[in-house]
């Protein structure tokens, strides 16, 4: 087990850095990585089966990643974006549409899955004034999802813990997702999906037709331990949409990449929205990265006749040549690389080491390379801290993964090797012995 002490890693002072999260006694300060492992200052080793957050799929030392980058440095590290563009962006848009859903042609690059969030938000409301609905402007999402870390991506986000930046985004609305009803009314998948697609529609029909540019959706809900849509659930969502003329907007910044077992959740669900956002493994966590994909319905609204599109206001690093370079090379290792066939075999190891692990602590979640677990609660407490408990003991252990409320996450990396699973599910099982006191 990695030594907990710190002194030997950390400056005397670091006051003038602005953590993430609260500083504290586990707080790690990484040095190096490669594969799936990590190493601190200190030289303490960790297991990543997270890939950091949904991102690092190639693992840390990908070298076509790394070489693509390097080269890029060197020719172009930077573009006047007034001005023009960059081939790496042209040719990972290229890259994009191919992998994307039958219909999502065009490409918008920003930096961060927030950023894609705010563009799809923006360009929504903005292509129901272009075809003449200037009062379509609330946009509807899930209560407890989660969007992003800006003002309107928090909105959308239906967090009670984001109400204390002020009032969100006007016009932000929050329906149940279907597992809140399968948890409520102990119903089945199927309906569930069935209650929670009527609950959208009663929404839209209360808020007005009229005044609803847009829904924004994950299809697996990363925030409520992986909650995943129910079959035929988004296809009907999606038929709702249509009737009542509301832009679907899936949100795929966790989801995307074959995390779900096809390039995107789309695919695997059967719905196309009318515009997805995209990150995360989108540059395997060699750039800040993300992007909207949408249909020629939103594209038309953007093109002056010439057959290209424009979109602003837009941000000084979007498209950035480094950054493009870096998802020009992910996007076409996931393409050539056979990664749904691998990522499927990995996946059916994954999964039964972890519901071995799992045990009776909780009921394992899952879809591809997607991992959620809804832990039983602890005697004596009410708070439902068991994520949070278990995910301190893995990392008591070296194992990163995240946890919160009642639920743990896991996402490995598309490298993870079979030893590294066994490694990873086995100090999962120590963690949750210590936690738990061991199996009932």
């Not at 030289?43 to 070489?67: A, K, N, Q, W």
């Not at 949409?241 to 990449?257: P, Q, S």
Request: aromatic content about 8%.
């Amino acid at each position: 087990m990695p030594s907990t002490d710190h002194t030997r890693a950390w400056p005397d002072n670091v006051s003038s850095y602005c953590f993430e999260v609260p500083y504290g006694d586990e707080t790690v300060l990484f040095e190096r990585a490669e594969g799936i492992r990590l190493t601190d200052t200190a030289g303490r080793p960790y297991i990543d089966s997270l890939s950091g957050v949904f991102v690092t799929c190639f693992g840390y030392s990908c070298e076509p990643i790394v070489d693509a980058v390097t080269r890029q440095l060197r020719t172009l590290p930077f573009n006047p974006p007034l001005h023009g563009t960059n081939p790496a962006a042209l040719a990972l848009t290229e890259g994009l549409a191919r992998l994307a859903p039958d219909g999502l042609n065009t490409v918008k690059l920003v930096n961060g899955g927030s950023e894609a969030v705010e563009a799809s938000v923006r360009l929504a409301r903005y292509t129901q004034r272009e075809l003449g609905h200037p009062g379509r402007y609330k946009v509807i999402s899930y209560y407890h999802g989660y969007h992003g870390a800006t003002f309107g991506s928090l909105s959308l986000t239906g967090r009670p813990d984001v109400t204390r930046f002020g009032p969100g985004l006007p016009g932000a609305v929050h329906v149940w997702s279907p597992d809140m009803f399968a948890a409520v009314h102990g119903v089945d998948a199927e309906e569930s999906g069935r209650l929670a697609a009527e609950a959208i529609e009663r929404t839209i029909e209360a808020e007005g037709p009229d005044s609803v540019a847009a829904l924004v959706i994950e299809p697996v809900i990363h925030l409520r331990g992986m909650a995943i849509a129910p079959d035929g659930y988004l296809a009907r969502v999606r038929e709702i949409c249509d009737r009542y003329g509301v832009l679907l907007v899936f949100d795929e910044i966790v989801t995307g990449f074959g995390r779900t077992g096809r390039a995107f959740a789309a695919q695997t669900f059967g719905a196309t929205p009318d515009l997805m956002c995209v990150g995360k493994g989108i540059s395997g966590g060699y750039a800040p990265l993300a992007a909207v994909l949408f249909n020629d319905k939103v594209a038309a609204v953007l093109s002056d006749g010439s057959g290209t599109t424009s979109f602003a206001p837009s941000h000084t690093y979007a498209a950035n040549p480094l950054a493009a370079a870096a998802g020009l090379a992910s996007v076409t290792l996931f393409a050539e690389g056979d990664y749904l066939t691998r990522n499927a075999a990995l996946a059916d190891r994954f999964t039964g080491h972890l519901d071995r692990a799992l045990g009776d602590r909780g009921t394992l979640r899952s879809v591809g390379l997607l991992y959620g677990a809804k832990l039983r609660a602890l005697p004596h407490d009410p708070e439902g801290s068991a994520g949070a408990a278990v995910a301190a003991a893995c990392l008591e252990r070296g194992l990163i993964l995240r946890g919160q409320d009642d639920w743990i996450t896991l996402a490995p990396a598309f490298v993870t090797t079979e030893e590294e699973t066994e490694e990873i599910c086995g100090t999962l099982a120590d963690a949750l012995d210590k936690v738990y006191g061991g199996r009932m």
